[in-house]
Nanobody, 128 residues
Framework: QVQLQESGPGLVKPSQTLSLTCTVSGGSITTNYTYWSWIRQPPGKGLEWIGYIGYSGSTYYSPSLKSRTSISRDTSKNQFTLQLSAVTPEDTAVYYC????????????????????WGHGTQVTVSS
């Protein structure tokens, strides 16, 4: 059973960079055809796909967040990381990491049904 665990600061100041790490156990982030995602849910809103990093290291981002987003990985630690720059209070959300095996269309937001495993989520608040 694959398990994912998000970690990082729960409070970030406006204009700073939000940085979260997802640690994966029970599976490898280099497993063929698996894509490792970041998703968020602002208060009172639905899930929003931020982007993912594929098994080969290729990255894909939501067009609306692409200019501020970077996803990277450390294969030696079996972790992948989200960095979101120039945050504002609108970036306040619960942030999740999740995995998708064989996305229907690589580079586009997976449907909720496509996700195989999820982390528990971590609350990030942007406030001064």
């Amino acid at each position: 059973q694959v398990q994912l665990q998000e970690s990082g600061p729960g409070l970030v100041k406006p204009s700073q960079t939000l940085s979260l790490t997802c640690t994966v156990s029970g599976g490898s982030i280099t497993t063929n055809y698996t894509y490792w995602s970041w998703i968020r849910q602002p208060p009172g809103k639905g899930l929003e796909w931020i982007g993912y990093i594929g098994y080969s290291g290729s990255t894909y981002y939501s067009p609306s967040l692409k200019s501020r987003t970077s996803i990277s990985r450390d294969t030696s630690k079996n972790q992948f990381t989200l960095q979101l720059s120039a945050v504002t209070p609108e970036d306040t959300a619960v942030y999740y990491c999740a995995s998708v095996l064989y996305p229907t269309r690589v580079g586009t937001p997976p449907t909720e049904r496509e996700y195989d495993f999820w982390g528990h989520g971590t609350q990030v608040t942007v406030s001064s």
